[in-house]
């Protein structure tokens, strides 16, 4: 299963023709982060395996401040899937070097249904 998300991603990055990012989050969960343009795509690397897909939008008039929506499955036997809510700040200290903060109320909806606060700190490499 996870070799099988794995390559799923990578084959997502490789065939798109559009601005790539890979990187490292960590807080909630430690994941490997792949961006495609405003869809980012996580994969935790914790005791339980997750995957999460999310949509990025930025505020016109604050160009460091996004929110968005997504979806994250685990093999967690409490939090198997759920709706995701980001609202995150980012800076980029070098143009292809983005720094970020997140917050991400999550609604868990399979096995456990119930509302949890998840956070993630993180760096991305964008490569053109």
């Not at 198997?80 to 991400?104: C, H, M, S, T």
Request: proline share 3%.
């Amino acid at each position: 299963m996870k070799k099988l998300i794995l390559i799923f991603i990578l084959i997502i990055a490789v065939n798109t023709y559009s601005k790539v990012g890979v990187g490292l989050g960590v807080g909630s969960d430690t994941e490997v982060l792949i961006g495609v343009e405003d869809l980012n795509i996580g994969v935790g690397l914790g005791d339980d395996v997750s995957l999460r897909l999310d949509k990025h939008f930025t505020v016109p008039d604050t160009p460091h401040f996004y929110w968005g929506l997504g979806g994250k499955v685990s093999e967690d036997d409490d939090h198997r899937a759920g709706l995701r809510g980001i609202a995150g700040l980012n800076f980029f200290p070098e143009r292809e070097v983005e720094l970020y903060a997140q917050i991400v109320p999550t609604l868990y909806l399979i096995e456990d249904t119930h509302s949890d606060i998840e956070y993630s700190l993180g760096i991305r490499y964008w490569l053109d």
